[in-house]
């Protein structure tokens, strides 16, 4: 059964920095994104990397202080959050694509597995 399992949230202060972890399982994963969504609001797109690592893609509201990487010998993939702002405060989901696309869409409707999610506070 494929799975995703994110670790890593937790309470900040701003300008503090988090990394969340997104373990894989049960599955041939391609493209992988991290997507966020804050109370009352639209989950929205955050970043994403191709199974090579040889491409990203990132919101422009992170791009600059997030970074995403993989292992895929571990079958693991970072977020790594520098530079946190109150308005990063979210519940952080990993989501896969479990066939090729050359393209990093930031559609989460194709995305076909997710984890439950880990939530991350950014206090002022």
């Known amino acids: 059964q494929e799975q995703l399992v994110e670790s890593g949230g937790g309470l900040v202060q701003a300008g503090g920095s988090l990394r969340l972890s997104c373990a894989t399982s049960?599955?041939?994963?391609?493209?992988m994104a991290w997507f966020r969504q804050a109370p009352g609001k639209e989950r929205e797109f955050v970043a994403a990397i191709n199974v090579g690592s040889t491409n990203t893609n990132y919101a422009r509201s992170v791009k600059g202080r997030f970074t995403i990487s993989r292992d895929n010998a571990k079958r693991t993939v970072d977020l790594i959050m520098n530079s946190l702002k109150p308005e990063d405060t979210a519940v952080y989901y990993c989501?896969?694509?479990?066939?090729?696309?050359?393209?990093?869409?930031?559609?989460?409707?194709?995305?076909?597995?997710w984890g439950q999610g880990t939530q991350v506070t950014v206090s002022s």
């Open positions: 989501a896969a694509q479990n066939y090729y696309n050359g393209y990093l869409t930031v559609d989460g409707r194709s995305y076909q597995t």
């Open positions: 049960g599955g041939a994963f391609y493209n």
